[in-house]
């Protein structure tokens, strides 16, 4: 998104990451995306800035700790050290952090941490929610018709809208008729949104 971005020295990139406020022509709303950018494209120059980000890491904001764990999860290999701070994070106290945690394991394709994460289907946070729903769902850990039958019926619009969006990526036809029968009417426009794509894509596979 950020373009100039690619052409920064190293320095620059450090020096942008460790202000206190982002670069003058990002907009206040995209503070978080931001940091994101930076920390990602201190990984694109080489794996060795694993090493500074996670030097950064404990004394940074919430925003920058999630920048440096989803730039983490870019990483192959990613060293130990950096799995050990992404597998402390899944407990963090702040759900914003651990979600993003949990989300990094997802696509990292680690599953040591699935015991942990299992419990927090139950929790009280919808981004922490949603992340565990994520996780649990692709490593097939329980019966996905159990686990999305519960979230289609969640109290966070968020977790309705990934359960959705986990029926459809998953090719799970077979549980889209929650989609028409709940989703459709579902309160929130993005899940609607979310639920009507799923049925739409039944109807187009049934017709094959």
Same mark, same amino acid.
């Given at each position: ?33 931001w ?5 990602i494209?201190?990984?694109?120059r080489?794996?060795?800035h694993?090493?500074y ?6 004394q ?5 700790k999630?920048?440096v ?13 950096g ?6 994070s899944v407990l963090?106290?702040?759900n ?7 989300d ?16 927090? #289907?139950?929790? %009280?946070d919808?981004?922490? $929610? =949603?992340?565990?729903?994520?996780? +649990?769902?692709?490593?097939? &850990?329980?019966? #996905?018709?159990? %686990?999305?039958?519960?979230? $289609? =019926?969640?109290?966070?619009?968020? +977790?309705?809208m990934?359960? &959705?969006?986990?029926?459809d990526?998953?090719?799970?036809l077979?549980l889209s ?21 799923v ?9 094959r």
């Amino acid at each position: 998104m950020y373009s100039f971005l690619k052409t920064s020295s190293i320095a620059d990139l450090k020096r942008w990451f460790e202000a206190s406020a982002p670069h003058e022509s990002v907009d206040p709303v995209e503070t978080a995306l931001w940091w994101q950018e930076v920390a990602i494209e201190l990984i694109r120059r080489g794996s060795e800035h694993q090493d500074y980000l996670l030097g950064q890491f404990d004394q940074a904001n919430d925003d920058k700790k999630r920048a440096v764990i989803l730039a983490l999860s870019f990483c192959s290999p990613l060293e130990h050290a950096g799995q050990a701070l992404v597998h402390r994070s899944v407990l963090c106290s702040s759900n914003v952090v651990a979600a993003e945690a949990i989300d990094a394991l997802t696509h990292l394709r680690d599953w040591t941490m699935i015991d942990v994460i299992r419990p927090f #289907l139950s929790g %009280l946070d919808q981004h922490l $929610v =949603r992340a565990a729903l994520d996780h +649990v769902a692709w490593f097939r &850990y329980i019966s #996905l018709r159990d %686990l999305i039958e519960v979230a $289609v =019926r969640s109290p966070f619009s968020l +977790v309705r809208m990934s359960a &959705y969006d986990l029926i459809d990526d998953m090719g799970l036809l077979y549980l889209s008729e929650l989609a028409g029968e709940l989703g459709v009417n579902d309160d929130d426009p993005s899940v609607k949104e979310a639920a009507e794509g799923v049925v739409a894509n039944l109807v187009k596979y049934s017709k094959r």
